[in-house]
């Protein structure tokens, strides 16, 4: 038998398994950064005050129940980040601001010109937001770069505290219904483009209890102390909602593990290469022995 024939073979062998999976990790597209939309209200002050988070109350401690679709920056392209859910009912609250809120970070110049650091050339163009079920264009508004408290980069659409008109027209008032509040605009200047069947784009934050209705107070009973009350429907309740949970943690569980086997892949592989390139190494080292 060749041994170096077997040799050359299970070299080839694990050139080829280790290109593989590289390749499989060389396709996630690169993430230069997250977008989100935030916002404060005056007066009721109701606020979200970064990306990835969630919403709260004036005092920062009851969230607010709605939903958000974050997005991860893939490359120059087109996003929309969302709000749905929510609505102020304080009576005429104004706007304190709305805008792109990003985790890039950012230089400010002398004339108080803000630029990514890492990614100088990289520009950010509103193209257009929707509130109350109304679209507006965002074409001709002069929206720059600014720094937000973390001093990453941000861009305000409303801001009632430093912007004399709101482009809506409306005085900056706050939204009135809980439909979908929505900011559409444009990256370009990154090194690379946004690919078109990216999977990993949109980022879900939910809210308190999101889109679902807040589970009703119970009402005292009048019940003498000491009685027991059987009621079927609290009963079936409990045990559906049981049977969620189990079935919300069995998911999970699986999300777990297949992350596990998945972030496992690689270095099975190359042990398996190493394997093999070992074993033929040491048969050809007992050959010549012999």
């Known amino acids: 038998m060749n ?3 077997i040799l050359a073979t299970a070299s080839a062998l694990c050139v080829s398994l280790c290109s593989m999976a590289v390749t499989a990790f060389a396709d996630e597209p690169t993430v230069y950064g997250q977008a989100g939309l935030s916002f404060q209200v005056r007066d009721s002050w109701e606020h979200r005050d970064a990306v990835s988070v969630k919403a709260f109350n004036e005092t920062g401690e009851t969230e607010l129940n ?6 991860n920056i893939l490359g120059n392209g087109q996003y929309t980040v969302t709000m749905v859910g929510w609505a102020c009912d304080f009576n005429e609250a104004l706007l304190g601001w709305l805008m792109v809120d990003t985790t890039l970070t950012t230089n400010k110049d002398d004339a108080g010109i803000v630029t990514m650091a890492d990614y ?3 520009t950010l163009t509103i193209n257009s937001f929707a509130m109350d079920g109304k679209e507006y264009s965002a074409e001709g508004l002069a929206i720059g770069a600014e720094q937000n408290n973390s001093q990453l980069a941000c861009w305000k659409i409303v801001n009632s ?3 004399v008109e709101d482009p809506r027209g409306m005085d900056s008032m706050v939204w009135a219904t809980p439909e979908v509040v929505s900011i559409t605009f444009t990256v370009a200047g990154l090194p690379t483009d946004k690919p078109a069947d ?4 949109v980022i879900e934050v939910i809210s308190g209890t999101g889109l679902e209705a807040p589970a009703p107070e119970e009402p005292e009973s009048s019940e003498p102390e000491g009685s027991i009350v059987e009621d079927s429907s609290v009963v079936e309740s409990t045990v559906d909602e049981s049977s969620s949970e189990a079935e919300a943690s069995s998911v999970a569980d699986s999300s777990s593990k297949a992350d596990e086997e998945e972030g496992s892949k690689l270095p099975f592989i190359l042990g398996i290469c190493a394997g ?3 074993a033929v190494a040491a048969v050809v080292v007992i050959k010549k022995r012999k």
């Open 276 to 278: 093999v390139v070992v």
């Open 120 to 122: 100088p050339e990289m």
């Open 3 to 5: 041994f170096k024939k």
């Open 198 to 201: 990216a999977t990993n784009e």
């Open 66 to 71: 709605c939903v958000f679709n974050d997005v």
């Open 161 to 163: 505290w430093g912007q």
